[in-house]
């Protein structure tokens, strides 16, 4: 056998996982179906603008291990997110906030926020909410509900608020102060340069393999290492033996704009159930570029099908339960270590994957000592 370790798919799962193990003197061999590396997190420079090309990436943890980990391959911005959301000609500051319950009634003070917010929810007379739309209302009121929830939400999800079920909504974040900060983690921002060269450091030396799917080769790639690890679908890997995990999906509209500066942010949010993109990313504000053009991304929710990418995990109680038969498969394997959004069917943000990986690595070569 060539390798120690066979990894498939150089995402950011992978890439820690295949960077950990070179560095303690394993052979790696790295496979990904794309024609590039990084997975989701992939940016690519265009017109001299770091392009997100899977959707807006920010990098939030409040895992100080974690935050150091990723600066070792890049430094980072003080980019903050705070998205804006556009309802009609209406703009209004994200997360729910006092910016945005002064613009909403004029009121200033916290205590005329809550009253306004509590009012809202006393006249709805909602005791037991029985959708998501009764279960918004009565977490935030009538207002927030109908401009920045209702639209933005069944855009999400295909289906009218009053035809999904309430548990999508457990809790509605609602600021009492005049914070933008969409996160409330301790660390944040973008890394300067991009995503790319944070995999680009983390493969180098490493044997790697782009346009190369797994299942077209599948016994002979086991055959060439010792170990596998897996970053693509679980289901997939067992051939949907208990039937097909579900996901959602997304579809991406880029353009190349001829002006310096199209939204004067880099995330706003389409509220309005007739626009048919929930957002647009407006790529150059990630790390305050002042380019002559401006790159931008409309992102359109897409239903899932066998094919597709797989972007989000259903994370519902029917896929969970399914996921369980698979897992238990999986806790059998002892050459197959399942990672990643995919391989654990998880939707993990970035920090996660890291922790994640992490956690992997000291399970399989012990604890750190450098
Ligand atoms: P992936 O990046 O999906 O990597 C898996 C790789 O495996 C892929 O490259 C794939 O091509 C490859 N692969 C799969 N199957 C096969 C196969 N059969 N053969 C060969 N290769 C295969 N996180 C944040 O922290 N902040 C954010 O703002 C944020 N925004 C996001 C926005 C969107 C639209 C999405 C979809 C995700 C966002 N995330 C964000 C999450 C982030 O993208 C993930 O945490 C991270 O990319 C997961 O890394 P991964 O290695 O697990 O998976």
Redesign the pocket.
């Given at each position: 056998m060539k390798y120690d370790y066979l990894i498939?798919?150089?995402?950011?799962?992978?890439?820690i996982f295949a960077y950990e193990a070179n560095k303690k003197g394993y052979k790696c061999l790295v496979?990904?179906?794309?024609n590039h590396?990084?997975?989701?997190?992939?940016t690519e420079k265009i017109e001299g603008i770091q392009v997100?090309k899977?959707?807006?990436?920010?990098?939030?943890t409040s895992n100080k291990r974690v935050w150091e980990y990723i600066q070792q391959f890049a430094e980072f911005n003080r980019f903050t997110?705070s998205p804006i959301a556009k309802y009609k000609d209406e703009i209004y500051n994200m997360p729910f906030n006092m910016n945005t319950f002064n613009k909403l009634w004029g009121v200033v003070t916290p205590q005329e926020a809550q009253e306004k917010i509590n009012e809202q929810i006393k006249e709805s007379g909602i005791m037991k909410p029985k959708n998501l739309e009764e279960q918004a209302i009565s977490l935030v009121g009538k207002d927030i509900y109908e401009k920045l929830i209702k639209g933005y939400t069944q855009k999400q999800w295909g289906k009218p608020c009053n035809e999904l079920p309430s548990f999508i909504i457990k809790r509605l974040p609602v600021r009492f102060t005049y914070d933008n900060n969409y996160f409330n983690d301790l660390y944040q921002g973008i890394p300067i340069g991009g995503y790319t060269q944070i995999i680009e450091k983390m493969l180098d030396g490493i044997d790697v393999q782009l346009n190369?799917?797994?299942?077209d080769r599948k016994e002979d790639y086991i055959s060439m290492a010792k170990k596998v690890v897996f970053?693509?679908?679980i289901d997939?890997y067992y051939d949907y033996c208990f039937g097909e995990l579900e996901y959602r999906s997304?579809k991406f509209e880029t353009e190349i704009l001829e002006l310096n500066n199209y939204q004067g942010n880099a995330v706003v949010n389409y509220n309005e159930y007739e626009i048919p993109f929930t957002r647009i990313i407006e790529h150059k504000h990630f790390e305050f570029g002042i380019q002559p053009k401006t790159i931008i991304t409309k992102?359109y929710p897409a239903t899932w099908k066998k094919g597709d990418e797989p972007?989000?995990p259903m994370n519902d109680e029917k896929n969970n339960k399914l996921y369980a038969k698979y897992k238990e498969l999986a806790d059998k394997e002892e050459n197959i270590i399942f990672?990643?959004?995919?391989?654990?069917y998880k939707?993990?943000?970035?920090?996660?994957?890291i922790e994640e990986?992490l956690q992997t690595c000291i399970k399989e070569f012990g604890e750190n000592d450098d």
């Open positions: 498939v798919g150089a995402g950011l799962f992978g890439s496979i990904d179906k794309r590396i990084g997975g989701n997190i992939y997100h899977y959707g807006a990436h920010i990098f939030h997110n190369c799917n797994f299942f970053t693509g679908m997939q997304l992102e972007y989000y990672g990643g959004r995919l391989g654990m939707y993990f943000d970035m920090h996660n994957v990986a």
